[in-house]
C-alpha cells in the first residue's frame, strides 16, 4: 500500500496544499515550525483516527476558520482507498471511506497502515507501562478491528465498575451490585491479554532481528508482564480476590489495564540500565518489527513515517535504516537536506513542494 495523494484544507498552518506521492521514500524537509510534521500529522490522523500530539482535536483546524479537511488516496495493485475527516468548530468530526460516512472511527483502522517512529518514541522504553500498551494496542487494532472494539468494551466496562467502586459506601451492598460488571469484565479481559501475548511472540524474533542488525550484534528479548490467568473463570476469581483492596483504593488493580512489556538488552533491562542510545535502538526495532507483522497478516507493507529521527542516528545506522525500509513507502522529516533520502519536498510557512 502506499499513499499516493494527501490534500489539507485549514490543517494546522495549512490552507490548500494537495500533494502527490509516487516515490518509495519521501523526504520532507524545512526548518523547525514550517509544517512538516503537521504533514505527517494529517496522514496518522486519517489512517489512525486521532493525533499523535493531542487529544484536542479542534486544535488542528486553522486560526479563524471554521473546519479542517483531510484527504487521502492510497492504493496498491487491486485496491483503492479514499479516507476524508473533517474535523468541525462547532461539531462532531465526519469520516468517510472510499465516499461512504462512518460512524465508528474504528471501521478506518487498518484501511491504510502505518507505522510511526519519532524521538518521542522513546518514551515506549523510558517511561510507564501504559506507553507500551498503547503501541500493542496500536498495532493489533490496525490488524484485528474486533480487537479494537473488544478493548473499547471493556474500557467502558472498566469505568462503570471503578464509578462503583468510588461511590459505593458499604462493601456487602458492593459485593452484591458488582458481580455484573466482574463477569463482563473477565470476559473482555481474558481475550485482551490473549491477543496481547500473541502478539508480544510474534514481533519478538522480528524485534530481535531488526535490533541485532541495527546494533551491531546486541541481544533484545521482551516478556509480556500479565496478570497470570487461565481463563474467564479464574480472571474473576482473582478480581473477587482483589475487591477488598480494590474498595479501599477506589479503582480495579487487576486486569490487562495494568499489563506491561519487560524489555532486555544483553539481558539488562533497557529502562532501568539501558543508554539513551539503547532505548532509541530498542524503540526503532520494535517499530520495525511492526513492518514485518503487518507484512505478514496483510501481505504488503505499511506506510512507515519516521519523525526526525535521521537527526538522531550516527552514519552508518542511517544507512542501515535506509536499507531495511526501503521496502515500504516511508516518509522521513529532517530540517538538514543532506540528510534527505529519495523525493525531496521542501516545507517553508505552510507550504509543501
Not at 479563524?64 to 479516507?83: P, W, Y
Not at 468517510?96 to 510511526?116: A, C, N, Q, S, T
Request: overall charge positive.
Amino acid at each position: 500500500m502506499k499513499i499516493k495523494r494527501l490534500t489539507l484544507n485549514n490543517f494546522r498552518n495549512y490552507k490548500k496544499q494537495t500533494l502527490n506521492f509516487d516515490d518509495n521514500i519521501i523526504s520532507l524537509c524545512g526548518k523547525n515550525a514550517q509544517g512538516k510534521t503537521n504533514l505527517i500529522e494529517a496522514i496518522f490522523f486519517a489512517c489512525i483516527g486521532k493525533s499523535f500530539r493531542t487529544n484536542k482535536e479542534k486544535q488542528l483546524i486553522k486560526w479563524g476558520e471554521d473546519f479542517a479537511k483531510i484527504t487521502l488516496l492510497a492504493s496498491n495493485e487491486v485496491r483503492t482507498k479514499k479516507i476524508e475527516v473533517i474535523i468541525w468548530k462547532s461539531q462532531k468530526k465526519t469520516v468517510k471511506l472510499d465516499g461512504l460516512p462512518i460512524k465508528r472511527i474504528g471501521d478506518v483502522l487498518g484501511e491504510v497502515p502505518i507505522v510511526f517512529f519519532s524521538p518521542d518514541e522513546l518514551k515506549l522504553v523510558k517511561e510507564s507501562p501504559e506507553e507500551r500498551r498503547k503501541f500493542m494496542n496500536i498495532h493489533i487494532s490496525q490488524t484485528n478491528k474486533k480487537y479494537f472494539y473488544l478493548l473499547s468494551r471493556y474500557e467502558k466496562i472498566l469505568d462503570n465498575r471503578n464509578k462503583l467502586l468510588k461511590t459505593t459506601k458499604d462493601f456487602n451492598v458492593l459485593k452484591e451490585n458488582i458481580q455484573i460488571w466482574d463477569k463482563a469484565l473477565a470476559n473482555a479481559g481474558i481475550k485482551i491479554i490473549k491477543e496481547r501475548e500473541k502478539f508480544v511472540n510474534e514481533i519478538q524474533p522480528f524485534a530481535s532481528k531488526a535490533h541485532e542488525y541495527i546494533s551491531g550484534g546486541e541481544r533484545l528479548r521482551l516478556v509480556y508482564k500479565k496478570f497470570e490467568v487461565a481463563d474467564e473463570n479464574e480472571f474473576m476469581k482473582k478480581l473477587s480476590k482483589a475487591l477488598e483492596k480494590d474498595f479501599k483504593m477506589g479503582y480495579t488493580t487487576f486486569g490487562p489495564h495494568r499489563d506491561d512489556i519487560d524489555i532486555f538488552v544483553n539481558d539488562q533491562e533497557v529502562k532501568s540500565f539501558g543508554s539513551q542510545g539503547q532505548q532509541r535502538t530498542v524503540s526503532l526495532s520494535l517499530k520495525l518489527a511492526e513492518l514485518e507483522i503487518m507484512k505478514n497478516v496483510t501481505g504488503e507493507y505499511p506506510i512507515l513515517i519516521l519523525d526526525d529521527v535521521f537527526s538522531e542516528l550516527d552514519e552508518n545506522r542511517r544507512k542501515k535504516l535506509i536499507k531495511f525500509t526501503s521496502r515500504c513507502q516511508t516518509f522521513l522529516t529532517t530540517t538538514d537536506e543532506s540528510l534527505c533520502e529519495g523525493k525531496i519536498v521542501r516545507v517553508e510557512d505552510g507550504k509543501a513542494n
